[in-house]
């Protein structure tokens, strides 16, 4: 056979191999936000963070824009990914921290329409921790003080939210006596309403955010953290007890790691379900060389936005090994949720 015959069967070759699909030249790469925009740090900001530099680390270096697809705390963007989106690599969502463990804490209550484990992980910009958060003039003064029962009470931002559920962990859990009252938009609202003296703390406020929205009132003592609420604690906070120290029994602490999984994948990216496995590896290694970009890290200085993280692979394994747990440790996180919506 001629050279120019085999140069053409190799032309054709790599035409319909499936690593040809990885070439993004000439395409658009969407961001689908499951959150409005945001003027503060948000999911909103981490997008358009990466959306900036993430071209570049992609084959064919195609544009990168964000669009805002917000709903059911992030599920509609959620579902459209795992329902309508292109399986080319030209949809990604950005979607809440708690998404992928939903159905497992919620059971039927869940409004997500998708298997999680099949759905591609691309990886997670930040990996949160978030604090136990009272009031200078709380009835509680101390961790110790909590874990005794003592009645107080915490805002949350509706059933379903980071600060309801924390919440009610800590009250099934560890014996807790604190009265929910929910509602409130956001964190923000629920600040507002601790420092009129109207609620006495909050869970679930991301410490990345709180060290820079909140440094006045931590500064001043107005505000004191009382508890890392994650898998592991934050570099920041080496001597302050961590939930997951807190209990012995096993099958107390799969509850707690079904719930705080979400912190370790705190700022997710993911990609359709039956995306072509080396599509997904480009997505992959463009999202981690991304995390490295000095525009990115410079960027990420000027708003002191926190960057810790955690690449597809780890995601994706992380929420496989979530969904092996005892049935029994899932139905109890499911009534222990539900004792509380």
């Given at each position: ?70 709903g059911g705390g992030s599920m509609t963007a959620a579902n459209y990914i795992a329902q309508v989106a292109a399986k080319d690599g030209t949809e990604l969502g950005h979607v809440g921290r708690g998404v992928a463990m939903d159905r497992l804490v919620f059971g039927q209550k869940s409004a997500a329409r998708f298997d999680a484990t ?224």
């Amino acid at each position: 056979m001629s050279k120019r015959i085999l140069g053409i069967a190799f032309a054709c070759f790599a035409a319909l191999s499936p690593a040809a699909a990885q070439d993004f030249k000439g395409k658009q790469v969407t961001i689908h936000v499951g959150f409005s925009p945001t003027t503060g740090i948000g999911y909103d900001t981490y997008a358009r963070a990466l959306a900036s530099v993430l071209g570049r680390h992609l084959p064919g270096a195609p544009t990168v824009i964000v669009t805002n697809k917000p709903g059911g705390g992030s599920m509609t963007a959620a579902n459209y990914i795992a329902q309508v989106a292109a399986k080319d690599g030209t949809e990604l969502g950005h979607v809440g921290r708690g998404v992928a463990m939903d159905r497992l804490v919620f059971g039927q209550k869940s409004a997500a329409r998708f298997d999680a484990t099949q759905m591609q992980w691309i990886g997670s910009m930040n990996n949160e921790v978030s604090g136990f958060f009272i009031s200078d003039v709380a009835p509680v003064k101390n961790l110790q003080e909590v874990l005794a029962g003592k009645a107080f009470v915490v805002g949350s931002a509706g059933a379903s939210s980071d600060l309801h559920i924390f919440s009610i962990i800590m009250n099934s859990v560890f014996g807790a006596n604190m009265k929910i009252i929910s509602g409130y938009p956001g964190t923000n609202e629920i600040l507002l309403s601790l420092e009129r003296g109207e609620v006495d703390g909050l869970l679930g406020y991301s410490w990345s955010a709180a060290r820079t929205g909140s440094a006045e009132m931590l500064r001043t003592g107005k505000l004191k953290n009382i508890l890392q609420l994650g898998l592991r604690k934050h570099p920041e906070l080496p001597d302050l007890p961590l939930v997951m120290d807190l209990v012995k029994g096993e099958e107390d602490r799969q509850v707690l790691e079904l719930v705080f999984a979400r912190q370790a994948m705190g700022r997710p990216f993911v990609a359709p379900p039956g995306t072509p496995p080396t599509i997904v590896a480009t997505l992959r290694t463009g999202f981690r060389n991304a995390m490295k970009d000095p525009e990115l890290i410079a960027f990420a200085k000027r708003l002191d936005l926190e960057i810790d993280f955690m690449g597809g692979e780890d995601v994706q394994a992380l929420v496989e090994r979530l969904h092996k747990f005892p049935e029994k440790v899932i139905e109890r996180t499911q009534r222990i949720t539900a004792s509380g919506m």
